[in-house]
Nanobody
Framework: QVQLVESGGDLVQPGGSLRLSCAAS????????MRWYRQAPGKQRELVGE???????TYVGSVKGRFTISRDNAKNSVYVQMNSLKPEDTAVYYC?????????WGQGTQVTVSA
C-alpha cells in the first residue's frame, strides 16, 4: 500500500508562483516514477507531467517552461514548482504513482489563480 498526501495549494494572483508537495508513505519510493495530474471544474483529469525514478522530468502541454517537477528520495517526496500561473491553471492537483498494476492517488490540493 502507498499513501500520497499533497499540500501547498492556495489562492494566487495571475503571474504568481506556488510550490506543491506530495509526500509518499511506504518503501521503495526511489524505484518508481511519480506523476502530477490536475482536474479543473467540469473537465477531465489531465496529466501535467512526471518524473522518472532516475529524476528526469517530462511535461505536457501548456505547463512546459512554467512548471518544474522534482523529487527528493530521502524525503519520499515529489514537488512541482509552478511559475507564471494563469487562471486556466486553476484546478485540483493530484500526485500519482503506478505500482504492480495499481494506481495510487492522493486526495488532491486546490490551486486557484485569480485576481
Amino acid at each position: 500500500q502507498v499513501q500520497l498526501v499533497e499540500s501547498g495549494g492556495d489562492l494566487v494572483q495571475p503571474g504568481g508562483s506556488l510550490r506543491l508537495s506530495c509526500a509518499a508513505s511506504g518503501t521503495d519510493f526511489s524505484l518508481y516514477a511519480m506523476r502530477w495530474y490536475r482536474q479543473a471544474p467540469g473537465k477531465q483529469r489531465e496529466l501535467v507531467g512526471e518524473i522518472s525514478s532516475g529524476g528526469r522530468p517530462t511535461y505536457v502541454g501548456s505547463v512546459k517552461g512554467r512548471f518544474t517537477i522534482s523529487r527528493d528520495n530521502a524525503k519520499n517526496s515529489v514537488y512541482v514548482q509552478m511559475n507564471s500561473l494563469k487562471p486556466e491553471d486553476t484546478a485540483v492537483y493530484y500526485c500519482n504513482t503506478y505500482r504492480s498494476g495499481l494506481n495510487y492517488w492522493g486526495q488532491g490540493t486546490q490551486v486557484t489563480v485569480s485576481a
